[in-house]
Structure formats: structure tokens, C-alpha cells
């Protein structure tokens, strides 16, 4: 049978609209957040960062909002089109904690439909 | 401009043997990391290093030895393999604070 959080997230939109993907992360102590997007079969790839004393940085299509108060970060991908199908998930740190630090989200599965 | 080369892409083993990963960059990053990626649980890190001859446990170290003699070189080993260590191995170096990862590489232990 199914097991509870074996399986990942799911966003399902139609090419061209815009995509919102979630993810709350745990640590308030926390002031540096990355996206990465990971594609089947690949190593994940970064897409964008921001950090604490931001609350949004916006880059090619791709848009993070950071919400400090409630923990939340969200990215937003503009026009979503089908080579943007991939697994989404953010990671979180400390600056001053070092790399190893580095703290991953379980990701998203973003699905366009043609 | 290659980054980072992981090798095998793919490695079916049984129970008990010893495995070893490769990664290989060419940027000269001082920092790279081995992580591993299981359904349910995301990344995790096993070991990192600061640079060669340096190197430190991560979140799940048991079972795993790393060895960093030259700056672009970074081995996983598995002494003895276990069915739990099926899984994918990433290898990863740093710039900038963005990590950059390579291909993978796909393990099952049978």
C-alpha cells in the first residue's frame, strides 16, 4: 500500500500560465534560501537565491518571495512552459553556519500540460 | 567546461562488497559534498571537505569513507555494501554559496 511521504508534491498546469510553488522551512534562525530545480535523470540545478533582507528578488521568469513572519518561501515561475517540468525544491541556511549546513526540502513535482 | 563528473552513472552491487563513487571538477572549488537522494527523505549530505586532506562527517556518514588527496578529486567509498545504501549519489562543489552538482550516480545493492 501507499506509505505517507514517499511520495512527492504534485502541481499539475497548462503551458503558459504561471506556476507557485510552496515550501516553509523550519530554522528562524535561517537568512539564506535557495531553489534549485532538478530535472529527471539529472543533478539538481540552481535557479535562485535570496536572502533574509529580501523579501523579493525576481530573475528570468522566475520570481522567490520570502516570508519571514510564517516561515514561508514561494517560487513563482512566469509563462510556465514545458521544458520547466522538473522536480522544485528550496533549501535553507545560516550564512555564518557554512555550506555543510545546507538544509533541503523534499521538492515538488511541477507537471505542463501542452 | 566539464564542472562536475561523477562516474559511474549507474552501479549494481551486492551485499558485503566495496563500492567506490568517483567525482571529479574542474573548477578548483575548495568545498565539495557527497549527498545522497532517497524518495522521502530529499538530500542528504554524507561527508564534505574544506579542501584536500580535509574532510568531515555530515547528517549520515555510517557506512561511508571519503578521502580528498587532490582538490578536483573527491571518492565515496562503501566498505561493505548494504541494501539500505541503494540510492543516488551526488556529488556537489561550491562557489559563491550555490552549490553545483553533478549527474549522479544510480546504486542499487542487491
Known amino acids: 500500500g501507499e506509505s505517507v511521504g514517499l511520495h512527492l508534491p504534485t502541481l499539475s498546469v497548462q503551458e503558459g500560465d504561471n506556476s507557485i510553488i510552496n515550501c516553509a522551512y523550519s530554522n528562524s534562525a535561517s537568512d539564506y534560501f535557495i531553489w534549485y530545480k532538478q530535472e529527471s535523470g539529472k543533478g539538481p540545478q540552481f535557479i535562485i537565491d535570496?536572502?533574509?533582507?529580501?523579501d523579493k528578488r525576481q530573475g528570468q521568469r522566475v520570481t522567490v518571495l520570502l516570508n519571514k513572519t510564517v516561515k514561508h518561501l514561494s517560487l513563482q515561475i512566469a509563462a510556465t512552459q514545458p521544458g520547466d517540468s522538473a522536480v522544485y525544491f528550496c533549501?535553507?541556511?545560516?550564512?555564518?553556519?557554512?555550506?555543510?549546513?545546507?538544509?533541503f526540502g523534499k521538492g515538488t513535482k511541477l507537471t505542463v500540460n501542452p | 567546461d566539464a564542472g562536475i563528473t561523477q562516474s559511474p552513472r549507474y552501479k549494481i552491487t551486492e551485499t558485503g562488497r566495496q563500492v567506490t563513487l568517483m567525482c571529479h571538477q574542474t573548477w578548483s572549488h575548495s568545498y565539495m559534498f557527497w549527498y545522497r537522494q532517497d524518495l522521502g527523505h530529499g538530500l542528504r549530505l554524507i561527508y564534505y571537505s574544506a579542501a584536500a586532506d580535509i574532510t568531515d562527517k555530515g547528517e549520515v556518514p555510517d557506512g561511508y569513507v571519503v578521502s580528498r588527496s587532490k582538490t578536483e578529486n573527491f571518492p565515496l567509498t562503501l566498505e561493505s555494501a548494504t541494501r539500505s545504501q541503494t540510492s543516488v549519489y551526488f556529488c556537489a562543489s561550491i562557489s559563491n554559496e550555490k552549490l553545483f552538482f553533478g549527474s549522479g550516480t544510480q546504486l542499487s545493492v542487491l
Open positions: 535570496i536572502r533574509s533582507n529580501m
Open positions: 533549501a535553507e541556511t545560516s550564512l555564518a553556519g557554512g555550506s555543510e549546513k545546507l538544509v
